[in-house]
C-alpha cells in the first residue's frame, strides 16, 4: 500500500482568500490550451489569434456552466431540489464533464455559427487540447482526495483521509483517470490530428477515446453514494453516460471517412 501524500486542497491563503487547487487546476486546463490552439493556429491560415481568444473564452465558458448544470441534473437533482440554493454554492463542489461536454458543445455551435464556420471543423481543431484540462482536473481530484476508488489490496492502494473512504485502501482512480482520459488521450490526438483528416474524425476519436477510458475506470471508481450502481446493480451513472459518447464517436468516425470535407492543416 502506498501513503496518500496529503497535500493541503488551498494551494495560498491570502487572509479570508483561498485559492484552492481546484481552481488553478481549471486555470492551467485553459490557459495551457488556449496556448497550444494559438500554435496551432500558426500552421492554419484560417485561423488568427483574435478567432482562437473567442472560441476558448466561449468553450470554457460554456463547459464551466453546463458542467455545474450537469451535476444537478445527472448525479443529485432530488438534493438540489430540496435545496435550490445549494445549486449556486459551487465551492462546496459538484461538476459533471459530460455536462461540461454538451456546455462546450453548445458554445461551439455558437462560436462556428457566429464566424461562419464549419461545425465539425472548428471541433476537431478543438478536441486535441480537451484532454490537457481533463489530466489538471484529475489531478485536483487527487489533491482535495475525491472521487475516489472502490477497495483494494493492490500494492498501490491508498487510504483517502475523508472519513467516508471508511479508512480502508482503495483504488487512486484519480491516477487513473488523469492518466488515460489525460495523457493518453492528448497524445492520441495530437498525433493523430497531426496530418489532415476528414472533418469530424479528430472529435469521434475524442468522444469514442474518452468514453472508452471512462467506462473502463469506472470500474475502479466508487459509484457517488446518491445513485450507486444503476443498470443492473453493476454499472454505474458516468458509465452509462459514457456508452452515448463511444457510439457517437464510432459512428462520426465512420460517416466522416466517406466525407470529401478534409480538415485544413
Known sequence: MLPYPHIDPVAVQIGPLA???????????????WWLLRRRAQEREEWDA???????????????????????????????LADPLAVFRVWEGGMSFHGGLLGALAALWYFAHGHHRGFLVTADFLAPVVPL?????????FINGELWGRPTDLPWAMVFPDPRAGGIPRHPSQLYEATLEGLV??????????????AGSV???????????????????EPDPQLGYLAFGWFTMGQLLSLPMVVAGLALIWFSSRSEEVKAR
Open 185 to 198: 488521450l492528448f497524445g492520441l490526438l495530437w498525433f493523430y490530428s497531426a496530418r489532415p483528416r476528414p
Open 50 to 80: 483574435g478567432r482562437v481568444d473567442d472560441l476558448v473564452f466561449q468553450v470554457a465558458l460554456g463547459a464551466v456552466l453546463g458542467g455545474r448544470i450537469g451535476y444537478v441534473l445527472f448525479y443529485n437533482l432530488p438534493g438540489y
Open 133 to 141: 484540462g481533463l489530466f489538471f482536473g484529475r489531478l485536483a481530484n
Open 203 to 221: 472529435s469521434g476519436l475524442f468522444l469514442a477515446g474518452y468514453g472508452c477510458a471512462r467506462f473502463l475506470v469506472e470500474f475502479a471508481r
Open 19 to 33: 485559492i484552492r487547487w481546484y481552481g488553478l487546476s481549471y486555470l492551467a486546463g485553459i490557459l495551457g490550451g
